[in-house]
């Protein structure tokens, strides 16, 4: 009989310490499927960040590399530029890329590094048990906002595709979901050209994928994937924000 | 073999090419900006990656990239640099990576000065970051020196998985003079640890600091100490001078040396019994000549750019058996040898 579906082999076969309902299965997958699509397990690294995916390490079964809170576009930086034939790639939280790492995002960025960024953005710091993150939208409660984030006192949630689009390094910048199976297809699909991109030493791709954090959220996991739908999609619009080889950059 | 009038920061330079550094990253700061200006110009004819960093961390993260995939790398900055850089060193020591780490100190604290200063003693080989770990301080005390010992730290950080400094000063960095590079063709060091694309040939590797489960990270660090342990067994290293017969060690490292040896002989023409020892290592400290000097000298004169650090484990290695007294300029202030002087003269009275 032949097999439809199975698990990616660049996915280890172990359970992962990820929340149940938690989306960042599903992001792995898709990444990983790429990868074995590709056949480039063997010449990939992977930087991982501080934050929920922190021991993804134990999940990819490429060369993999721990990085400092926030420093993994660094990180991956010194890796892609003393190993310019292999492809590297960065996964990383909200709070790591968009707070406490945002110089290295943005100088990675404009430098044109020729590395793959997977940003997963959920609005929460969820390793920590819920705290603000910098895209946490205006009005919600956390741990540290517990009356709503108030953008007189917060101040507004950072759209890092947008922000990085209006730079000249940058390859693709786009933003993605994982809510419905159109939207992980077309989330694979970015990542994919993302690879590519890197492939043909076309520079900097992020792809940002809008993730559920059910357990910091207070939602079950269906609920969750609706709030993602209806609150966080309105103010993190999907789509494409520089594509270099389209010529779009919108 | 031929000799090169050279300024110490690009003769250091020049000394880790030839090393066999593959990629550097750095950010200017004064006074080591030198090193950057040099390899950018000569790094990439070499066949390396000369990268301008956004910031101190970013270079000390880039330097774990680099590290994590095998390569000879390094960096460089100066006293506030470093500080900025202590939690990549950290997370270097703890995930077992070399890489060597160029401090050419300039007073502090804060923004401080840029005159030459050894007030970063403490920092190198106390507390370097967070967390149970050492890291392999060299201390030139010449131009020539600063080539041999980063020759020597890029052989002992691939040779311990552990990251190396040179701890020099302004002084040296900046002052020109002779300079021969030894002929080496550095043997790549085999690294089956490394993270460079496993090519479907090995199980995966993983470049890490974290151990969730205390029992796991204490025998990680335990692991590091029994290696640290061999360390001061095999690596400590210090220049005695005049001490055969002396009765008053005045001790000091790098620049200050220098200045510490010129007193040494104007002590000697008085007729008094002085002789120098100079810490060539400051981790591991050479713990082993201050204990037999201390068996025959009656007093120690420790001389420092600082207000007193390295005092500290000259005491320590002998256990306090003999009076150590202090004399230190800071704040960029380089000694004089008279001023030496007038220390080891009331020391004989």
Redesign the interface.
Same mark, same amino acid.
């Given at each position: 009989m032949a097999a439809v579906f199975q698990r990616p082999k660049s996915l280890v076969d172990i359970s992962t310490h990820y929340c149940p309902g938690c989306t960042h299965g599903i992001i792995h997958r898709i990444l990983c499927e790429v990868i074995d699509e590709m056949g480039i397990?063997?010449?990939?690294?992977g930087?991982c960040p501080v934050g929920c995916s922190?021991?993804a390490?134990?999940y990819?079964?490429?060369?993999?590399?721990?990085?400092?809170h926030g *420093?993994a576009p660094?990180?991956?930086?010194?890796?892609? *530029?003393?190993?310019p034939d292999?492809f590297v790639f960065t996964y990383q939280g909200d709070g790591d890329l968009a707070a406490i790492g945002t110089?290295?995002t943005?100088?990675s960025a404009t430098r044109g590094e020729n590395i793959v960024v997977i940003f997963v953005n959920n609005g929460t710091y969820g390793m920590t048990g819920g705290q603000m993150a910098p895209t946490t939208l205006p009005g919600q409660i956390t741990q540290t906002t517990p009356f709503g984030r108030d953008p007189k006192v917060q101040g507004y949630p950072v759209r890092v595709c947008e922000m990085l689009s209006t730079l000249d390094g940058v390859a693709l910048a786009q933003r993605v979901s994982v809510d419905t199976v159109p939207h992980i297809r077309e989330a694979k699909k970015a990542i994919r050209k993302a690879f590519e991109n890197q492939k043909d030493k076309k520079g900097f791709s992020i792809v940002e994928v809008l993730s559920t954090c059910p357990t910091n959220w207070g939602l079950s996991p269906a609920a969750a994937i609706e709030r993602l739908q209806n609150e966080c999609i309105p103010y993190y619009p999907l789509g494409v924000f520089k594509d270099k080889e389209a010529g779009n950059n919108d | 073999m031929e000799r090169n009038l050279m300024k110490g920061n690009e003769a250091l330079a020049e000394a880790a090419i030839r090393a066999g550094c593959k990629c550097f990253f750095g950010y200017p700061i004064t006074p080591q900006t030198e090193i950057s200006a040099y390899l950018a110009k000569k790094m990439a004819k070499a066949g390396g990656v000369f990268l301008q960093a956004e910031s101190e961390i970013a270079a000390i993260n880039m330097v774990l990239g680099a590290s994590s995939t095998g390569v000879r790398v390094m960096t460089s900055s100066s006293s506030p640099g470093i500080s900025l850089k202590a939690e990549g060193i950290s997370y270097i020591a703890g995930s077992d990576l070399p890489c060597v780490i160029i401090n050419v100190q300039r007073g502090g604290p804060g923004l401080g000065g840029i005159q030459p200063s050894q007030a970063d003693y403490w920092q190198a080989t106390r507390a370097m970051g967070h967390g149970d770990f050492q890291i392999l301080v060299f201390a030139p005390c010449s131009v020539q020196e600063m080539v041999d010992m980063v020759t020597k730290a890029f052989d002992l950080a691939d040779k311990y998985r552990m990251p190396a400094m040179i701890l020099a000063d302004g002084l040296l960095g900046q002052m020109m003079e002779p300079v021969s590079f030894p002929e080496i063709s550095p043997v790549p060091v085999e690294k089956p640890w490394a993270a460079d694309g496993h090519k479907g040939e090995r199980k995966h590797n993983i470049i890490n600091s974290l151990y969730l489960q205390a029992d796991q990270l204490e025998s990680k660090v335990r692991e590091r100490f029994e290696r640290y342990d061999i360390i001061k067994q095999n690596e400590a290293e210090a220049e005695l001078y005049l001490t055969d017969d002396a009765d008053i060690i005045v001790t000091a490292y790098g620049a200050t040396a220098r200045v510490a040896k010129s007193a040494v002989n104007m002590a000697r023409e008085q007729g008094i019994k002085a002789g120098l020892l100079r810490p060539k290592t400051l981790w591991p400290f050479p713990s082993k000549h201050f204990i037999e000097a201390a068996k025959t000298a009656s007093n120690f004169l420790c001389v420092e750019m600082s207000m007193g650090q390295m005092i500290d484990d000259v005491k320590l290695s002998i256990s306090c058996s003999k009076p150590v007294s202090f004399f230190g300029r800071t704040g960029g202030v380089i000694p004089k040898p008279a001023e030496i002087l007038e220390e080891i003269k009331k020391l004989s009275k």
């Open positions: 397990e063997g010449d990939t690294i930087v922190v021991m390490y134990d990819f079964s490429c060369d993999m590399i721990e990085a400092p *420093r660094a990180v991956a930086t010194g890796a892609k *530029r003393a190993n292999k110089a290295e943005v100088h | -």
